[in-house]
């Protein structure tokens, strides 16, 4: 444990995102930033980018660090190749206290500075499909389960959100005033992915062992430590 908070720790401090962080001024720079986008992007909120290199004036440099950024024009994917011109500011602390730190937060998920744009022709798509391939298998296994999930509910997008919610744990918009319902009720937990994901993801992995012929012992062996 202690080895991996002195790992954790120094990483933070010592890694590319405070040392990018480091080269900044309290106003902030225009760069001209290229890097892979790291997250399935979601319309109107701010996007994960991993740059790549920074170009500050004539000088470019290398960087593996996190950025924060909102994308104006057509919306990546996740593992795009993008460029993006904007002004790259430090994280600010929140000005009044005891509301909630999202800076601090965001540092500590190793992101330490943020990339404002301004216009739609400061962002463009450079290159497809150079992000992991694995995450990128995952993000189409699961637009493949959303898409089975809303069969025959075309007409239903309140319905559909809420099966996606609960069994994927979606955070999509089309939920709309049935999510201020499920917060009144106190029972808005059942969107977190929690023991009904659990037991469904057991589910699938004990019908797969069954399936190759695993006996019950075998079964109860396997899925309890996975």
Same mark, same amino acid.
């Given at each position: 444990? $202690?080895?991996?908070? +002195?790992? &954790?720790?120094?990483?933070?401090?010592?890694? *590319?995102?405070?040392? $990018?962080?480091?080269? %900044?001024?309290?106003?902030?720079?225009?760069?001209?930033?290229?890097?892979?986008?790291? !997250?399935?992007?979601?319309? !109107?909120?701010?996007?994960?980018?991993?740059? !790549?290199?920074?170009?500050?004036?004539?000088?470019?440099?290398?960087?593996?660090?996190?950025?924060?950024?909102?994308? %104006?024009?057509?919306? *990546?994917?996740?593992?795009?190749?993008?460029?993006?011109?904007?002004?790259? &500011?430090?994280?600010?602390? #929140?000005?009044?206290? =005891?509301?909630?730190?999202?800076?601090?937060?965001?540092?500590?998920?190793?992101?330490?500075?943020?990339?404002?744009?301004?216009? #739609?022709?400061?962002?463009?798509? $450079?290159?497809?499909?150079?992000?992991?391939?694995?995450? @990128? @298998?995952?993000?189409?296994?699961? &637009?493949?389960?959303?898409?089975?999930? @809303?069969?025959?509910?075309?007409?239903?997008?309140?319905?559909?959100?809420?099966?996606?919610?609960?069994?994927?744990?979606?955070? =999509?918009?089309?939920?709309? !005033?049935?999510? +201020?319902?499920?917060?009144?009720?106190?029972?808005? &937990?059942?969107?977190?992915?929690?023991? %009904?994901?659990?037991?469904?993801? @057991?589910?699938?992995?004990?019908?797969?062992?069954?399936? +190759?012929?695993?006996?019950?012992?075998?079964?109860? %062996?396997?899925?309890?430590?996975?």
């Amino acid at each position: 444990v $202690l080895l991996f908070f +002195a790992w &954790h720790g120094g990483r933070l401090a010592l890694g *590319p995102d405070a040392r $990018l962080a480091a080269l %900044l001024p309290a106003e902030g720079r225009v760069v001209q930033a290229v890097g892979i986008v790291d !997250e399935e992007p979601i319309p !109107e909120r701010p996007l994960r980018v991993r740059l !790549e290199t920074v170009t500050l004036g004539a000088q470019t440099f290398p960087s593996g660090a996190l950025v924060r950024t909102r994308w %104006l024009g057509e919306l *990546p994917r996740y593992g795009d190749r993008v460029q993006i011109d904007g002004d790259l &500011h430090r994280l600010a602390p #929140p000005r009044n206290p =005891g509301v909630f730190d999202g800076p601090r937060t965001w540092r500590r998920q190793g992101i330490a500075a943020q990339l404002i744009v301004r216009y #739609p022709n400061d962002t463009r798509i $450079l290159e497809r499909g150079r992000g992991s391939p694995f995450i @990128a @298998a995952a993000y189409a296994l699961r &637009h493949a389960m959303e898409r089975t999930l @809303a069969l025959d509910l075309d007409d239903s997008p309140e319905i559909t959100g809420v099966i996606q919610s609960m069994v994927l744990g979606s955070r =999509g918009d089309s939920l709309g !005033e049935t999510q +201020a319902l499920f917060q009144a009720t106190g029972t808005f &937990h059942l969107f977190a992915v929690s023991c %009904l994901n659990v037991a469904m993801l @057991a589910g699938i992995c004990a019908w797969v062992m069954q399936t +190759a012929g695993a006996g019950r012992r075998t079964r109860v %062996l396997i899925l309890i430590p996975l």
